[in-house]
């Protein structure tokens, strides 16, 4: 008698939004790009693309620099949101060149226009080149000062109909009741509703962005993006994590 031959499971989604911190990227000294990192996460995303998912980023850019902390200095706020969106595009260059030579197609689309580097965003144009298998990265956040790169992945993923946000952390594996990397008795939650988030004052997205997330039922997934094949896994909707829905 053959074996029966076991379909493997296919991917849970198929248009997803993948957040990734500025700090994921850094070296060991903190600041700037780490290139084998950025190499590793290139090849995670061109894993998943490859299943069929259809993948956008955007990026932070605590790793080259974070308007908050020149604010705190005495700089303008408006300036210092602003420097910090220019850093976000550089980010997002360098994604796109690990990308690119990991064999992925890729578009970097700005909400502010720079058009000898990348696309200025328009919606509809971001959503065809999802159709067409081209991994999108939304650099430069919102465009607007005031909001950070969790509120514009929030705003992205519903405008461009993404199914869930892939929120990856570089330091921890999901939300805790407290913060793991200070206490040790820290709690891990597996599912959370918006309204908890909000409440608890957990620190997972700023809370502009999780309460546009409750208005549109837009699930969060917050995942370790240190182990590898995660982005994977998320995609294909194993547990792992902590899912943030209603």
């Known amino acids: 008698m053959s074996e029966q031959q076991v379909d493997k499971p296919g ?30 996460i290139a090849a995670q995303i061109k894993e998943v693309a490859d299943l069929g998912v259809q993948v956008a980023v955007v990026i932070g ?14 700089m303008d706020r408006t300036t210092a949101d602003h420097m910090g969106m220019l850093a976000t595009v550089i980010n997002s ?13 890729t578009r970097v689309m700005s909400a502010i226009s720079m058009q000898a580097v990348c696309e200025p965003y328009i919606r509809r144009r971001a959503v065809r080149h999802l159709e067409k298998g081209r991994v999108v990265i939304f650099a430069a956040g919102t465009g607007n000062p005031y909001f ?7 705003l992205r ?12 952390s570089h330091t921890v594996d999901g939300i805790y009741d407290r913060d793991p990397m200070v206490e ?34 837009l699930p969060v997934l917050v995942f370790n993006l240190q182990k590898v094949g995660n982005i994977r896994r998320a995609v294909l909707g194993e547990r792992i994590g902590t899912l943030v829905s209603l």
């Open 11 to 40: 991917p849970r989604y198929s248009r997803v939004l993948l957040k990734l911190s500025g700090e994921a990227l850094a070296p060991a000294s903190g600041f700037g790009i780490d290139h084998q990192v950025l190499a590793e």
């Open 148 to 154: 950070t790169t969790d509120s514009a992945a929030s």
């Open 93 to 105: 260059l360098a994604l796109q060149d690990a990308l690119e030579r990991a064999g992925a197609t």
């Open 184 to 217: 040790a008795g820290a709690r891990r939650f597996d599912q959370l509703t918006y309204l908890e988030i909000l409440k608890r004052g957990l620190k997972v997205m700023d809370s502009t962005a999780i309460s546009m997330c409750m208005d549109h039922s």
């Open 61 to 74: 850019a605590g790793n080259l620099m974070r308007g908050a902390s020149y604010e705190a200095r005495g």
């Open 157 to 168: 993923a519903m405008e461009i109909g993404a199914e869930i946000i892939l929120k990856a």
